[in-house]
Nanobody, 123 residues
Framework: EVQLAESGGGLVQAGGSLRLSCEASGYAYSTYCLGWFRQTPGKEREAVVYSGTSTEYWDDSVKGRFSISRDNIKNTLDLIMNSLKPEDTAVYYC??????????????????WGRGTQVTIDS
């Protein structure tokens, strides 16, 4: 059974940092791309980062501020978020899906979702 276990999230001031962690289990690491999506009320869920074994896609709005830490053995993907802005406020979801992992994915590409974790940036 594939499971995506998320941790992290919370409330921080604008300009601050947060780290989200996702531990995937139940499949071999290279089977799926692993990434993070986010969603705000009334909007579609959109990809923040989508990662393969050594390459990834990044949304333009977070380039230069967010980074990832990947452990291919433990099958984990941490999202490190710096210089946070109020517009980063969203529910963040860990996702495992089909590739290519270097192109912007849609929700239709995702095969498994985490439960989501709230990130709130206070201005």
């Amino acid at each position: 059974e594939v499971q995506l276990a998320e941790s992290g999230g919370g409330l921080v001031q604008a300009g601050g940092s947060l780290r989200l962690s996702c531990e995937a289990s139940g499949y071999a690491y290279s089977t799926y791309c692993l990434g993070w999506f986010r969603q705000t009320p009334g909007k579609e869920r959109e990809a923040v980062v989508y990662s393969g074994t050594s390459t990834e896609y990044w949304d333009d709005s977070v380039k230069g501020r967010f980074s990832i830490s990947r452990d291919n053995i433990k099958n984990t993907l941490d999202l490190i978020m710096n210089s946070l802005k109020p517009e980063d406020t969203a529910v963040y979801y860990c996702a495992a899906g089909i590739g290519p992992c270097t192109q912007r994915p849609s929700t239709a590409d995702v095969r498994y979702w985490g439960r989501g974790t709230q990130v709130t940036i206070d201005s």
